[in-house]
């Protein structure tokens, strides 16, 4: 396992700047998961490490040791794609014995690792079938396993688990997360679901239109996002705007009492689960989503502004309901409207 | 928004009255629409009828080789196998320069052909499939529309190589190039079932180099791709006609060289016999491809 | 004139009759002049002479018997007069064969090309002075004869009668299905300057037989080339073919019995002659590589042995008179009736242009 | 000074871009690299058996001589240009094409649809047989022609036998209406394998969706289906008319229309005109890049996919 | 709009029962949502009320009018798929009138008409533009304004959202549930995401081998499942065994009190928000997954079996904790073990 490095790589195809500058850490044995919309640059930035894209500018190091010219079959890095790519013309042991295989490891040592990996992802007896005949999530292990066996500097992983079926999805999120920690592998996760990746990752790069918006923890990355596109990208937030001064934030209908410097105008983002019932403000329930675990509620504050907020689910409203909510101060984010940017706290 | 609610509801329930008065109103008649009930039929008579147009008369010539007398419009005599012992070297009258020779030496050239055809079909198809280039458009129509028919081939290579007329390079030279369009497009077929580029990709991530990828990766992935190919090429190659027939000076005479005979100056019966095997050779082909995944002699492979 | 040398294998010197592949074997070859040795060691394995091939003239007993005498196969060289020439004419000035042979014209045609070289064989003598080029470049083996082949059975079925005249021919419902053969070869050069012929046509003046093909074709006669697989098929009833052709399918093919296949040589309306007799011959390729055993096969099909070989087959050998004319050719009497030759030179001079005339005139479908 | 000389940057770059194409260092020069060495074994074929041939065939058209390239003449292609003979021929080539190509795709359309939409008892037999005659060589189309249209013709004395007329006055193989028979039927097929790989990719669910807003079946496939096959339909009729000029075989024995390729083989048969059969080669060649580089660009990617 | 009837349909293809006796009804103005597994009969049910397949046996009923052998373009239905299905050839607004267009209806009118639907799915600046130019998204609403536009007795849609990404599935659901609720359309929603079904449908019907486990309203397929299928297809489902008598049941490590009758083995389903912190009974945390607004635990009861357990996305527990829980009793499922069917209450 490695650290990997990028440093101010640019990928320009044509006129299409696909990543503007980006410089990126991943430590030895941490993932790291990027995520953002569709075309945001997160495959490029895979394809860049992995040494099938040469960047523009910028360099790629591994371990401190620059490989940004090296081919990829140098690289020693793993791949895991969504469409599994798997070789079909061979078994599913032969798949993951390939790597070493390529590498001249004697072919008693190369049956031995692939049967403990085949064996750790639970899929040791299909170890002589042709990968064509099994199923998404057990071809989707196999190409683990195949990348796993080289050892690989590097795991990456672009959207692996985007077309497997939603009950599938969270199975294998759990258990590829487990062995990833397990194993203490060095990987990049790139996934547009932010939800896998919070689940998944150790640390969370968000990009946007080429560029690193924030890496961070999940949690800090969910609780204290650097500006509004994080916020809303990341988890659900309601947009509210307000004036701020002397640490209040007039919000029309309520006060909310914070201890930020800025004055003026601010954006406030407030999560769904941010909002408590019994509170002071009159919300009328416009509409209401029953899912099961929970009930989301869309709700008309006082100033005609529209927020969801997650209720359990076996409370009981109707659309026309009127309920009391108070806005959490300790949760919020508040950004300056003019930069977008978090506002900084006092403390 | 809420405007449009009460207005367009007035507006739907009206319209949908006209809707279901057009429409609704045949909801019980289980009468067919008028092309489901001419249409269809009329067409599949079409493709019987082509079919049958298609087929019947190589039916005709096989059974027909094996009947004693065509002096009528039916063959009679059966059966007989006088004009298979002819064309296979066995008989006494007649084109008595049999089958075999010509046939050995077509399937040998046809084989070098193919080989040639994987050696320059393979790798085009890849290149194609695989990369987008300035060129590309332009190299792939030159690779499945080459630029000159048999015929016109043929008079071409008479003056370039005289010294090779007729041999069984040339021969090889000249089937490669008019067949390859059927290997480029049958392998071209089989690459774009795969995902090339991401099982590349896999490969050379695991440490393969890119040469060691395409041949113990890409290629085993279009095998059959590549065999239906070589069945196609050779099949064709073995009784090519047009190019043969303007550059041959034969020893041994190419097997289309000795059908031509056959069909231009031989009796009736005696040329079915000849022509009936190729059929064979055709009815194996076909056979093999079906293995393969493709239906019938065609490109295409319906088993992806 | 040499009267004994009827097989150039009997003037074999030194080897004795029976040399089967003995290397230091030679004979001698060629006439007056072009008398010489041949050495048997500079025989090929296989020897290629156009047009010497199985299933045409009885060319297979020809190179049976040569090759059992000399030790010399011949290679079984497929294809007409026409095809051999384009051949040869591909080749100038590296032949893979080593002699020309096929139609008489064909032959002067390959001569004024430059392709032929000079070499009489022996028994050049008894070959009538019109069907051989002073120069020695091209002599003639045998002739065929324009002829009628016709299906009796059919002719009975719709009552016709045997014809005997070409007038005979225009009769609907023979000519509804009667078939000529190409202008463009030389079988079909002949059928139809044999009908111009009979109408009183010449070389400069077709319009004759244009006006003959006029009235055959508005009944459905045409020109083809597959005469063999039609005529038992019964594709066609009646067609216009050498003597050879129609007497061979008659009496060698199974497909079919003697009895439903009748050859007839017919003259013109008022007695005109109407059997154009078509020479063939070969001549030495300039530049052939086995010009020995070529020579040697050459001296032997003017041999009488090998001159009685084609008329076993219902070809009639140049030196026709020295030997017995088979009786299943039609009387020797319609012959002489209906027979002419056209001056070998004169044609050749105007062959192509009296093709293209034909092709591009003739209204029966199938010219090209 | 940079007017006369190549400046010294565009040196260094022709000169880099050939040393990254021998020693690349960016994935980009190791892909044009690969790109360049797998297109190169069909060139170097395409190069000896396809362009060299056609220039010395080009040579061959103004040769004095007819054995050999020797001297200069313009004669074959005046003669092309003056005789009548000519024009008809090519007239006679084009019409003829073009009808049977029209015929061909048209029915290729059909049973594509047939065999994709509907489902048919033994339909891989009939797909194979379809496919069949791709495989035969023309001179045994023209005798399927025979066995079908000759006066002993199968269809022509069915015929005969219901109209009570003689079978010899229907029989038309050896006519254009034989001939066009025999093209149709080395045609069908190409145009069906064509067609088939297009059918294979329509949008089946939009052709429902269709059905469901109340088009019947010609109306979907008027308004859905046509419309996307429509560059398939383009492609087989670019396969399909080249493919019908280059039929040789079933002319040569079926004689019943002076076309291009019996005239190349005539000219060398009668007379061995090589300089007016290269002439008429080299015309045929170039009308043939013309037309696919033409007809390609109703194809809407500008590229054929068969 | 109308009600659709299936009266017990069964689809056979050679020897695959695809359908098994499907009766079901779409009342008037409801949307009811299918959900079910992969290959359960979905599709097939789905096109047996479009026309394109005639059911084996039983009936399809339109206003109680039997049209089983209706031809599919008399039939009057809009159908929305997976793959948006859109005529590529054709504008959107071509599109969109095309129904019309077959039904001869003026093209004043059809455009109009076209242009209200675009408005109201907020796509009207698209009318011009190619479909295949779109994005997903707006393909999907082509799409539904394509079927919508010949005012369908039935709106059928086939996974409409499948090939979507996460963020914009939240939204399109939400959009396109309103607007189903807003037209009073009769529709009918497959798809595999019991989710999604819950958020946008009146009732759903819960298929399993082409037969009908259970249809109710999402509450009642959540809270009240018919089966220990449905309580675990639907929603996540904690499965634990136990003894029962006297209406206790008997877990081995705590007891919980119950109305049931039955007496002997009995599976308990408990959902992961049905465990209340606090309680007596000691779980060990295995694993934390955070996932912005709550975290899960999964954790170990003392008689070994791992359960999940939904907590506060604050909350802050690592693996190793040991947790106080509780089992709510009011709120599990109770199934005999041996039918796997409810157990029936005593009320
Ligand atoms: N080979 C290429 N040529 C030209 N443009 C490209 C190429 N590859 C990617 N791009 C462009 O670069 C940008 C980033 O693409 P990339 O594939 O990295 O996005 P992504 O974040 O992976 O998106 P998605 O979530 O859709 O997979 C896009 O605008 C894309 O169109
Ligand atoms: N045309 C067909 N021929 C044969 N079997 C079919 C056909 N269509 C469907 N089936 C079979 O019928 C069963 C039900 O298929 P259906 O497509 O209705 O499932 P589904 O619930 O829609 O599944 P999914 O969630 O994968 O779309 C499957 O087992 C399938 O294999
Ligand atoms: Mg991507
Ligand atoms: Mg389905």
Chains 1, 5 share one sequence.
Request: proline share 4%; aromatic share 8%.
């Amino acid at each position: 396992m490695s650290s990997v490095r990028l440093e101010s790589i640019r990928k320009v195809y044509g006129e299409e700047v696909a990543v503007d500058g980006i410089d990126l850490e991943i430590q030895d044995g941490e993932t790291l998961g990027i995520v953002g919309p569709s075309g945001c640059g997160k495959t490029t930035t895979l394809r860049t490490i992995a040494g099938f894209e040469t960047p523009t500018d910028g360099h790629v190091t591994f371990d401190g040791i620059d490989v940004t010219h090296v081919p990829p079959e140098k690289r020693n890095v793993g791949l895991v794609f969504q469409s599994y790519a798997l070789f079909e013309t061979k078994t599913v042991r032969k798949n993951v014995t390939f790597g070493l295989q390529m590498r001249d490891v004697p072919k008693a040592e190369r049956r031995k690792r692939a049967d403990e990996l085949l064996e750790l992802l639970d899929i040791a007896d299909l170890a002589d079938r042709n990968p064509a005949t099994l199923s998404g999530g057990q071809q989707q292990r196999v190409g683990l396993a195949r990348a796993l066996a080289i050892e690989p500097h590097v795991l990456l992983l672009d959207e692996p688990m985007t077309g497997l079926d939603a009950e599938l999805k969270l199975k294998l999120r759990d258990e590829i997360g487990s062995l990833l920690d397990e194993l203490d592998v060095t990987a990049l996760y790139v996934t547009h679901d932010q939800e896998e990746a919070m689940a998944m990752c150790d640390r969370i790069a968000v990009l946007n239109d080429g560029q690193v918006e924030q890496v961070g923890t999940p949690d800090r990355i969910y609780r204290q996002p650097a500006n509004e596109f994080v916020a809303t990208f990341v988890g659900t937030s309601n947009i509210l705007t307000g004036t701020a001064r002397n640490g209040r934030i007039d919000l029309g209908f309520t006060e909310l009492v914070t201890d930020i410097q800025e004055t003026g105008e601010v954006t406030v983002a407030a999560r769904p689960e941010d909002f408590s019932l019994g509170g002071p403000v009159d919300a009328t329930v416009l509409e209401t989503t029953y899912l099961g675990q929970r009930m989301d509620l869309r709700a008309e504050l006082p100033d005609d502004s529209v927020v969801t907020i997650h209720v359990d689910g076996d409370a009981d409203y109707r659309a026309g309901d009127v309920v009391g909510v108070e806005i959490d101060p300790e949760k919020i984010q508040i950004f300056s409207t003019g930069t977008r940017e978090r506002t900084t706290a006092v403390t | 928004m809420t405007e449009y609610d009460t207005n367009s509801k007035a507006e739907m329930e009206t319209r949908q009255e006209e809707l279901r008065s057009g429409t609704g109103s045949k909801w019980t008649s289980t009468r067919r629409s008028a092309s489901e009930r001419i249409g269809r039929p009329t067409l599949v008579w079409i493709v019987y009828l082509t079919v049958a147009i298609l087929v019947v008369p190589i039916l005709v010539t096989f059974v027909a080789s094996f009947a004693s007398t065509a002096t009528g419009v039916v063959p009679r005599g059966f059966i007989t196998f006088e004009h298979w012992r002819h064309v296979l070297g066995f008989g006494e009258y007649g084109v008595r320069s049999n089958a075999i020779p010509g046939l050995t030496f077509s399937v040998l050239v046809a084989t070098g052909g193919m080989i040639l055809n994987v050696i320059i079909g393979v790798p085009i198809a890849y290149a194609l499939s695989r990369y987008e280039f300035a060129a590309h458009n332009w190299v792939n129509t030159l690779a499945i529309l080459p630029v000159v028919p048999g015929v016109i081939l043929g008079i071409a290579f008479l003056r370039t190589y005289p010294d090779y007329r007729g041999s069984a390079l040339v021969l090889i030279v000249g089937y490669c190039l008019l067949k390859s369009p059927y290997m480029v497009l049958t392998v071209q077929s089989s690459f774009q079932s795969i995902d090339i580029v991401k099982l590349e990709e896999s490969a050379r991530s695991l440490g393969a180099s890119w040469p060691r990828t395409f041949l113990t990766v890409i290629v085993p992935h279009a095998k059959r791709g590549i065999l239906a190919g070589c069945i196609i090429t050779w099949t064709l190659a073995a009784a090519e006609f047009n190019f043969t027939y303007m550059v041959h000076t034969g020893d041994p005479e190419p097997f289309s060289m000795f059908l031509f005979r056959n069909i231009s100056n031989a009796p009736y019966l005696q040329s079915a016999a000849a022509i009936s095997i190729y059929f064979c050779i055709v009815v194996g082909a076909i056979l093999i491809l079906q293995l393969l995944g493709n239906r019938g002699f065609t490109t295409l492979n319906d088993d992806r | 004139i040499s009267d004994d040398t009827d097989g150039a294998g009997q003037s074999g010197e030194s080897g004795g009759g029976s040399g089967n592949g003995s290397s230091e074997e030679t004979y001698e070859v060629g006439y007056g002049d072009y008398r010489t040795t041949v050495n048997a060691s500079a025989f090929p394995d296989e020897l290629r002479i156009y047009a010497v091939q199985t299933g045409w003239s009885n060319w297979d007993a020809v190179m049976e018997n040569f090759e059992s005498e000399y030790g010399v196969p011949l290679y079984d060289a497929q294809g007409s007069s026409g095809e051999a020439l384009t051949d040869a004419r591909s080749n100038a000035g590296n032949q893979t064969h080593s002699a020309f042979n096929g139609g008489y014209s064909f032959a002067l045609e390959a001569m004024n090309d430059g392709l032929t070289t000079d070499y009489k064989p022996a028994n050049w003598d008894v070959v009538p002075d019109e069907l051989k080029t002073d120069n020695g470049h091209v002599v003639s083996t045998r002739q065929m004869t324009t002829a009628v082949t016709y299906r009796v059975d059919i002719y009975e079925e719709r009552g016709l009668d045997a014809p005997e005249t070409w007038e005979d021919l225009k009769h609907p419902d023979i000519a509804q299905d009667l078939a000529f053969t190409p202008p463009h070869t030389a079988n079909g050069l002949a059928s139809a300057l044999s009908v111009n012929r009979a109408y009183g046509g010449s070389m400069a003046n077709l319009d004759p037989v244009i006006e003959y093909h006029e009235e055959i074709a508005d009944h459905g006669a045409d020109i083809r080339r597959n005469i063999e697989g039609d005529v038992t098929s019964g594709e066609i009833s009646t067609v216009i073919e050498y003597d050879y052709s129609g007497l061979n399918m008659k009496y060698n093919m199974d497909e079919i019995d003697e009895e439903q296949l009748e050859v007839a040589i017919l003259t013109g309306p008022s007695g005109r002659e109407g059997a154009m007799n078509v020479p063939y011959g070969f001549g030495l390729l300039e530049g052939a590589p086995n010009p020995e055993a070529a020579k040697l096969f050459m001296d032997y099909v003017l041999s009488l042995e090998g001159q009685e070989l084609f008329f076993d087959a219902f070809v009639r050998p140049i030196r026709a008179d020295e030997l017995e004319q088979p009786e299943e050719f039609p009387d020797q009497s319609d012959y002489d009736a209906a027979e002419f030759a056209l001056d070998q030179e004169e044609l050749v001079a105007n062959q192509e242009s009296i093709q293209q005339e034909l092709t591009e005139r003739t209204p029966l479908p199938g010219a090209q | 000074m940079s007017r006369q000389f190549p400046s010294r940057d565009q040196l260094r770059q022709s000169i880099g871009r050939t040393r990254s194409m021998a020693f690349p260092t960016t994935e980009r020069d190791r892909e044009r690299r690969r790109i360049i060495i797998m297109c190169l074994p069909f060139f170097v074929l395409a190069t000896f058996a396809g362009f060299v041939p056609l220039i010395v065939m080009a040579r061959m058209s103004l040769s004095a001589e007819n054995l050999e390239n020797a001297g200069w003449s313009l004669a074959a292609w005046e003669t092309l240009l003056t005789e009548p003979v000519y024009r008809e021929i090519a007239w006679n080539t084009l019409w003829f094409a073009t009808v049977a190509t029209v015929v061909s795709v048209a029915l290729g359309v059909v049973i594509s649809h047939v065999l994709e939409k509907y489902s048919l008892p033994l339909e891989n037999v009939l797909v194979a047989a379809v496919s069949f005659p791709i495989a035969l060589p023309g001179i045994v189309v023209a005798f399927m022609v025979i066995v079908l249209l000759g006066r002993q013709g199968l269809v022509t004395n069915a015929v005969a036998v219901f109209t009570g007329s003689s079978a010899i006055d229907l029989a038309t193989a050896t006519t254009v209406f034989g001939l066009f028979l025999g093209y149709v039927y080395s045609l069908v097929p190409r145009a069906t394998m064509v067609l088939r790989g297009t059918y294979a990719e329509v949008d089946t669910r939009a052709e429902e969706a269709a059905r469901s807003l109340g088009a019947t079946p010609l109306e979907t496939f008027y308004h859905v289906t046509l419309p996307e096959i429509r560059p398939g339909i383009v492609a087989a009729f670019i396969l399909t008319f080249r493919s019908a000029l280059a039929i040789f075989g079933t002319v040569l024995i079926l004689q019943a229309l002076a076309v291009v390729t019996l005239r190349i083989d005539y000219e060398i048969g009668v007379g061995f005109n090589t300089q007016i059969a290269g002439a008429i080669g080299l015309v045929y060649a170039l009308f043939l890049i013309a037309f696919t580089f033409v007809g390609l660009r109703f194809v809407s990617k500008g590229t054929v996919e068969i």
